[in-house]
């Protein structure tokens, strides 16, 4: 099983849709997590850190659920700027930062 | 201006050249990684560094090497003994304790010819 698995999409929708996509990963003492985006042939840019309880930024909300070990990306209003591969990154280790990446979730928005 | 430099932005090479990647950052992170990306696939990490003159391998170090001398850089090299060296190379740093994950530079493209 991989440790950080994503539905690699794509995920086409029109602009003003709401989309989600979600992130299961394996180890159970996980610690910290984020979503970057990644434009095509540019490198990840980080979106936002995701908390326990959750966290909101614009347009974008993040949220975790440990007990079913996945974390999950909400997007409202959806832009055509928004197209890009949102990454989901898990971070494994206590000592050292050591972050694992997942393959990524495609997202095509269209007029 | 603080951020992660890496040059050059594309590079060729001929099949069983070593080939230096320069990766520069001044935003004092201790922490540094190489990542290596294939179309369609996620990050793989190749080496990483978290203090000066130390440095561990990663997922896939074989066919690599480098060398953390100063804090600001951490270059990579691609020797002949990477089977298939061509892909999209990305260095990053983390801020302590990394709550801010990682920063990325802009990546170098790297094609074996």
Known sequence: ?111 | DGGITQSPKYLFRKEGQNVTLSCEQNLNHDAMYWYRQDPGQGLRLIYYSQIVNDFQKGDIAEGYSVSREKKESFPLTVTSAQKNPTAFYLCATTSPAGGLGQFFGPGTRLTVL
């Open chain 1, 1 to 111: 099983r991989k440790e950080v698995e994503q539905d690699p999409g794509p995920f086409n929708v029109p602009e003003g849709a709401t989309v989600a996509f979600n992130c299961t990963y394996s180890n159970s003492a996980s610690q910290s997590f984020f979503w970057y985006r990644q434009d095509c042939r540019k490198e990840p840019k980080l979106l936002m850190s995701v908390y326990s309880s959750g966290n909101e930024d614009g347009r974008f909300t993040a949220q975790l659920n440990r007990a079913s070990q996945y974390i999950s990306l909400l997007i409202r209003d959806s832009k055509l700027s928004d197209s890009a591969t949102y990454l989901c990154v898990v971070n494994n280790q206590g000592g050292s930062y050591i972050p694992t990446f997942g393959r990524g979730t495609s997202l095509i928005v269209h007029p």
